[in-house]
């Protein structure tokens, strides 16, 4: 298990599964963390978008949206 401190760098370099991973392993010895919960919940709402997102396109314009979404959410 990485430490929180990778998981925000995880987090603001843009690997967000690997962010939610270590967030969610610490949450489970930690529960009663609310900086982590909040932490999780944040990274699962993205991961929901995204693959929302992703399953939903089929053009160049949707590609295109897509990447500017992610780009926004990177930052």
Partial sequence: MGTITLAKIYEKQGHLADALKIYEAHLQKNPGDEALKEA????????????????????????????????????
């Fill in 40 to 75: 999780v919940i944040r990274l699962r709402k993205i991961n929901t978008k995204a693959l929302k997102y992703f399953m939903e396109m089929h053009t160049e314009e949707q590609f295109l949206k897509f990447e500017r979404w992610l780009c926004k959410s990177w930052n």
